[in-house]
């Protein structure tokens, strides 16, 4: 190959390099991921970060090995976590099939899917509406919140009003549900003070949001020929403080079952 040659084929992979940084939006080629610094340091959404902190203190306290849990929207840690996550968590396949478009140093064959949860109805305490199941959502004058990534926000909710109202075929049942939708936000967070603003009667999510919330929230089962289950997934980065695979094993052991199990999340 002439040194042409080499130079274009040099420029072309630098412009593919800038095309995926700008593809994925967060990621930042210029940060170094180094994480090795004797902490844990695990990374994801909101939603699943209460199991998971409940774990790592429960794996602090058997070991002495510290695990920092940081979740939240991902553009508040997402450069923290590409200097120096051990470990990124997903609330959903989805959602960590667009994490790594952006954590370049996991790979997708590594991915751990560790738990599932089913989607539930969430009502205000004391259930006002007497909402009983799905069909009750449908009936004109309900006030429905749903999550939605809107193409710029990953979360898991994404697209599950959708999937819960379509499940039997009937194109009714989308539009019916989609005339009392009052607010589409994006990520979890935003749907609970939605759902908390008093303007909702119902939130369509997942059950770990009414189990850590039950001082304003119950829920209702849905019918299991409604109901969708996602999953909460890992992956270990391969430069990983020695001792994240300690904390993997223990998250797929008995007692972390147990801690997961109180909120909802079952194998």
Same mark, same amino acid.
């Given at each position: 190959?002439?040194?042409?040659?080499?130079?274009?084929?040099?420029?072309?992979?630098?412009?593919?390099?800038?095309?995926?940084?700008?593809?994925?939006?967060?990621?930042?080629?210029?940060?170094?991921?180094?994480?090795?610094?004797?902490?844990?340091?695990?990374?994801?959404?909101?939603?699943?970060?209460?199991?998971?902190?409940?774990?790592?203190?429960?794996?602090?306290?058997?070991?002495? $090995?510290?695990? /920092?849990?940081?979740? %939240?929207?991902?553009?508040?840690?997402? #450069?923290?976590?590409? &200097?120096? !996550?051990?470990?990124?968590?997903?609330?959903?396949?989805?959602?960590?099939?667009?994490?790594?478009?952006?954590?370049?140093?996991?790979?997708?064959?590594?991915?751990?899917?560790?738990?599932?949860?089913?989607?539930?109805?969430?009502?205000?305490?004391?259930?006002?509406?007497?909402?009983?199941?799905?069909?009750?959502?449908?009936?004109?004058?309900?006030?429905?919140?749903?999550?939605?990534?809107?193409?710029?926000?990953?979360?898991?909710?994404?697209?599950?009003?959708?999937?819960?109202?379509?499940?039997?075929?009937?194109?009714?049942?989308?539009?019916?549900?989609?005339?009392?939708? $009052?607010?589409? /936000?994006?990520?979890? %967070?935003?749907?609970?003070?939605?759902? #908390?603003?008093?303007? &909702?009667? !119902?939130?369509?999510?997942?059950?770990?949001?009414?189990?850590?919330?039950?001082?304003?929230?119950?829920?209702?089962?849905?019918?299991?020929?409604?109901?969708?289950?996602?999953?909460?997934?890992?992956?270990?980065?391969?430069?990983?403080?020695?001792?994240?695979?300690?904390?993997?094993?223990?998250?797929?052991?008995?007692?972390?079952?147990?801690?997961?199990?109180?909120?909802?999340?079952?194998?």
């Amino acid at each position: 190959m002439n040194r042409f040659a080499l130079f274009g084929a040099a420029v072309l992979a630098l412009l593919s390099t800038a095309s995926l940084a700008k593809a994925s939006g967060l990621y930042d080629p210029e940060v170094a991921h180094a994480p090795k610094d004797g902490v844990i340091r695990v990374f994801g959404p909101g939603g699943p970060h209460s199991a998971f902190i409940k774990a790592a203190a429960a794996f602090e306290a058997k070991t002495g $090995v510290k695990v /920092e849990v940081v979740f %939240g929207p991902e553009s508040k840690w997402t #450069k923290d976590a590409q &200097a120096g !996550a051990d470990m990124i968590f997903g609330s959903s396949e989805q959602s960590m099939t667009a994490f790594l478009e952006t954590y370049r140093f996991v790979d997708s064959r590594d991915v751990e899917p560790l738990f599932i949860r089913r989607s539930v109805i969430v009502v205000p305490k004391g259930n006002p509406k007497a909402i009983a199941g799905f069909d009750d959502l449908l009936q004109p004058g309900m006030r429905i919140v749903v999550t939605e990534g809107k193409g710029v926000y990953n979360t898991s909710g994404t697209g599950l009003w959708e999937d819960i109202a379509g499940r039997l075929g009937a194109l009714e049942d989308v539009r019916d549900l989609r005339a009392n939708i $009052v607010a589409f /936000e994006k990520g979890s %967070g935003a749907s609970f003070r939605a759902f #908390k603003s008093g303007n &909702a009667d !119902a939130w369509l999510t997942w059950v770990h949001w009414p189990l850590d919330h039950t001082e304003v929230a119950d829920f209702v089962e849905l019918e299991p020929e409604r109901r969708i289950y996602r999953v909460t997934n890992t992956v270990v980065s391969s430069d990983a403080d020695p001792a994240t695979e300690d904390f993997l094993a223990f998250l797929k052991g008995p007692e972390a079952a147990a801690l997961f199990a109180s909120e909802g999340w079952v194998q």
